[in-house]
Structures are given as structure tokens and as C-alpha cells.
């Protein structure tokens, strides 16, 4: 451990399985407390209980405003500010074709993919402030940049939280308040198997099982010989929240294998 976030606090969104465990398992480790929130009380309260007294599970529903203004509350009442805000959870949104749209499904999508990085965004403002400055993260998607790297609805949305996190980083630098992305590539998540409500039906072992067929799968859709892993998205989260970041604002952190370069429609 090299306490890389030593006195830091971490807030934590979609950190119940794959990329904000991963996450919230090395902010740990590197010294940071942190809150966790998901929907699975069960699942969460069991991570924060193995990561020890330097993280707390909170149940929250991101597609919920109310939800998202008690997370950050949550965070101050536990360990009495927040430095970091990583807006990560998300998952498909049952995009339809073009031909095939509705209205539900793209308020649904919005309401999961974009407006809860919009409003984590904006309950974090006041806090970071108060600390004379703080790191906000938040997730996209190399969908945002290819085509047929996911569906239309995902990667639009995707795309505009790409474009508004850079907007919102001009206007929050002078703050000290950096804001960047993050856009995994075929990260081997439970998102490709109907995201972490589907992952938390099955039983450890088939989870498991999808997860090593799907980390076979997707080696072969890269530049590299393997398969990219949510602990690679958590060391990009880490490098962008910790002091070795200083100087990265308003970024699109691109980690993918060289996929992008592999499908460069």
C-alpha cells in the first residue's frame, strides 16, 4: 500500500459488483475512506464489512434525485466531508433500434446513465468547495467515441456525459474541483450479463462461470492478448483521484485494450 489517498474520502456510486467494487476495494487499500452505495443491501453491507471500518454501505437508487442528495449527506455524516465523487453506476438501458425506441426506455436510460451524473455533480459542488477543492469521476464509455460498441440510446447518452463532464471541469477548475471521465473499453463485468440486478440473482458459481467465459470472449475483441478487467478501470480511477493526477482536468480517460483503435468506425 502506498496511501496514495491517505485522509481522502471517496463516495462511491454503483459499488456493489464490478467496476465501483473493484474501485472502492483499492481506494481502501491506498488509505481513502469511502461510502459505497448500490441497490443491493445484501451484497453492499457485505462489502463494506470486508473492507473494514474504513468503509460504509448505503443503499441508493441513482435514478432517484432524493437518493443521490442523501449519499453525499451520508458521506458527510460518516466521515465528515468528501474529496472524491465516483459517479460510476450504470448499466444497460434496453436500447430498441431506432425503429423500435419508446418513451420509457429513454427516460429510463437518461435517468440511469446522465442525470445521475448531472446531479452527483451538483450535490458534490458544496462540499468540495468547502475543502477548498476535490475529484470528480465520472464513467462513460468508448461507445461515447465507435460505433456498435453499444446501442444507440447508451452510447448517445454516454457521449453527453463525456461532453458535460468536460464542461463542468472549466467551470469548477477555478474551484480546484477536477472533473474527468473515464471510458472503459469490453471491461469483463456482470454489465454483460444484465448488469449487477441480474449478477445478484445467480449464485456465486455461475457468476463466475459467465465471468470466465466472457473474459475468454472478450480477448479477442482487443489489441492485447486478454481481456480488460474492472481492476483496470479502478487504477485509472485511482491514478485521476490521487495527487498524481493534479494536473488532469476536464479528460476523457480512455482504457480499452486499444479497442478503439481495433474498430475505428
Not at 189 to 199: E, M, Q
Request: glycine share 12%; aromatic share 6%.
Amino acid at each position: 500500500m502506498r496511501n496514495r489517498l491517505a485522509g481522502k474520502v471517496a463516495l462511491i456510486t454503483g459499488g456493489t459488483s464490478g467496476i465501483g467494487e473493484a474501485s472502492a476495494e483499492l481506494f481502501v487499500r491506498e488509505g481513502a475512506q469511502v461510502l459505497i452505495v448500490g441497490r443491493s443491501e445484501q451484497k453492499g453491507s457485505a462489502i463494506a464489512e470486508r473492507l473494514g471500518d474504513n468503509a460504509v454501505f448505503a443503499p441508493a437508487d441513482v435514478t432517484r434525485e432524493e437518493d443521490i442528495a442523501a449519499s453525499v449527506n451520508c458521506t458527510l455524516k460518516h466521515f465528515g466531508k468528501l474529496d472524491i465523487l465516483f459517479n460510476n453506476a450504470g448499466g444497460p438501458v434496453g436500447g430498441k433500434g431506432l425503429d423500435g425506441i419508446d418513451t420509457d426506455t429513454i427516460d429510463y436510460g437518461v435517468s440511469l446513465l446522465l442525470s445521475s451524473v448531472i446531479l452527483g455533480i451538483r450535490y458534490a459542488i458544496e462540499p468540495m468547495k468547502a475543502n477548498g477543492g476535490g475529484v470528480i469521476i465520472n464513467n462513460s464509455s468508448v461507445a461515447a467515441l465507435r460505433y456498435r460498441q453499444g446501442d444507440n440510446l447508451y452510447a448517445a447518452l454516454k457521449a453527453a456525459v463525456t461532453h458535460y463532464s468536460k464542461m463542468a471541469g472549466v467551470e469548477l477548475g477555478p474551484h480546484n474541483i477536477r472533473v474527468n471521465v473515464i471510458s472503459p473499453g469490453a471491461i469483463a463485468t456482470p454489465i454483460f450479463w444484465g448488469g449487477s440486478a441480474r449478477a445478484n440473482t445467480l449464485s456465486d458459481e455461475e457468476n463466475q462461470r459467465k465471468f470466465e467465459k466472457l473474459k475468454g470472449n472478450l480477448a479477442k475483441a482487443t489489441t492485447l492478448p486478454s481481456a480488460g478487467l474492472a481492476e483496470d478501470i479502478a487504477e485509472g480511477a485511482l491514478f485521476l483521484a490521487s495527487d498524481a493526477g493534479r494536473f488532469v482536468n476536464c479528460h476523457d480517460l480512455v482504457i480499452d485494450g486499444g479497442r478503439t483503435s481495433l474498430f475505428n468506425e
